[in-house]
């Protein structure tokens, strides 16, 4: 398992369908500014200046909104994920 460092969050994209309702394939600009996706480990936080510890603001098994485009896609064995930093979240889904 992967261990994110500082405001580090590794995720799961959920998957998106690549069709529209006329079976055409979308090209890669019309898809949406945001990808839906599930939290699977979280970095310990940032440090401010003054060395106080800010933990993120999402939690593991959270499903979240983030920004197209933002993540960094690794394996993590046989599982695709991707890392993404806290500030590229743009929402959590409840």
């Known amino acids: 398992m992967l261990k994110p460092l500082g405001d580090r969050v590794v995720v799961t994209f959920d998957d998106v369908a690549e069709k529209s309702v006329g079976g055409f394939v979308l090209a890669g600009s019309s898809h949406e500014a945001t990808q839906a996706a599930t939290v699977v480990a979280i970095g310990q936080g ?4 003054t060395g106080d510890l800010v933990t993120p603001s999402v939690a593991v098994g959270d499903r979240i909104l983030v920004e197209n485009g933002s993540a960094i896609k690794v394996k993590d064995g046989e599982q695709d994920v991707s890392i993404v930093r ?3 979240i743009v929402a959590i889904v409840e």
Request: hydrophobic share 30%; glycine share 0%.
């Open 86 to 88: 806290e500030s590229d």
């Open 46 to 49: 940032v440090r401010t200046l």
